[in-house]
C-alpha cells in the first residue's frame, strides 16, 4: 500500500512538470512566431512570387538580425527538458485535449491516492486490533431536481 501511495504522489508530482512543460512550450511558440513576424517587417519582396525568394531586400540589417536571433532563443528553449516534457503527453491527447487529458489523469490518481490511503489505514487499524469501518459512500444530487420530478 505504502508503494501505491508513494507511486500516486510521484505520478501527480509528474503531472505538474507536464502542465508547466505544456504552458512553457506554448509560449516560446508564441514568442518566437512574433519574433520571426518581426523580422519579416524588415524584409522587402518584389512583387513576383520566385523573384521573392531570390531577392529580398533587408531594410534594417541590424534589427532584422536581433529578431531571428530572438526567434532562434525561443526555438531553442523549447527544447528545454520542461518545455519538451510535454511533448510526448501532448501527442499523446491529440494537442487540443492536452488539458482535459491531463486533469482527467489528475483525477484518477487523486483516486487512486485516496484509495491506497484509506486501505493503509485500515491495513494499519486491523495490526492494531482496532476496528475502521471501510469509507462509506454519499450520494449526491446535484441537479437541483426534488426526487420524483425529474422524470416524466
Request: no cysteine.
Amino acid at each position: 500500500m505504502v508503494d501505491r501511495v508513494v507511486a500516486a504522489v510521484w505520478r501527480l508530482r509528474r503531472l505538474g512538470r507536464v502542465e508547466t512543460g505544456i504552458f512553457a512550450w506554448e509560449r516560446f511558440e508564441e514568442l518566437a512566431e512574433r519574433a520571426e513576424r518581426e523580422a519579416g517587417g524588415y524584409e522587402s519582396h518584389p512583387g513576383d512570387f520566385l523573384i521573392e525568394i531570390v531577392d529580398t531586400t533587408i531594410t534594417d540589417e541590424k534589427k532584422h538580425e536581433e529578431a531571428l536571433s530572438r526567434a532562434r532563443r525561443m526555438r531553442g528553449e523549447q527544447e528545454d527538458e520542461t518545455a519538451t516534457l510535454d511533448r510526448t503527453f501532448a501527442r499523446d491527447a491529440d494537442r487540443a485535449n492536452a488539458f482535459s487529458k491531463l486533469s482527467r489523469y489528475e483525477t484518477a490518481i487523486e483516486r487512486q491516492l485516496y484509495r491506497a490511503l484509506h486501505e493503509l489505514e485500515r491495513r494499519q487499524a486491523a495490526r492494531r486490533g482496532t476496528g475502521v469501518p471501510p469509507p462509506q459512500v454519499v450520494d449526491v444530487d446535484v441537479s437541483g431536481i426534488p426526487e420524483g420530478e425529474g422524470s416524466g
